[in-house]
């Protein structure tokens, strides 16, 4: 089993940046590929960025291309999303998730995080 509790988000101004962070507990989270999916309202869930286990392999969605970036610290059993330059698209509830093998698909990914709101005024 894998626990991820997730923190960060909130409501920010358009242009402006939030880091979400997703700490984990239970099994090697070292093991784990580590995902980060949003879902917005009216919309499905969708990845917008993946990361292997040792960090090696990065994904992203090409709406979050150049602006986001996920990264892990296996130390602390934790994942982090960096978001930058932010737009009210990407107003959504944003996600971890953790699974050995899964990376893009959401329905792959055993293990999840809670939630967190992000709103994007403009």
């Known amino acids: 089993q894998v626990q991820l509790v997730q923190s960060g988000g909130g409501l920010v101004q358009a242009g402006g940046s939030l880091r979400l962070s997703c700490a984990a507990s239970?099994?090697?989270?070292?093991?784990?590929?580590m995902g980060w999916f949003r879902q917005g309202p009216g919309k499905e869930r969708e990845c917008v960025a993946a990361i292997n286990w040792s960090g090696a392999r990065i994904s992203y969605a090409d709406s979050v291309k150049g602006r986001f970036t996920i990264f892990r610290d296996n130390a602390k059993k934790a994942s982090y999303l960096q978001m930058n330059s932010l737009k009210p698209e990407d107003t959504a509830v944003y996600y971890c998730?953790?699974?050995?093998?899964?990376?893009?698909?959401?329905?792959?990914?055993?293990?999840w995080g809670q939630g967190t709101h992000v709103t994007v005024s403009s």
């Open positions: 998730a953790a699974d050995q093998t899964a990376w893009s698909n959401r329905y792959d990914y055993d293990y």
């Open positions: 239970g099994r090697t989270f070292s093991k784990f590929n």
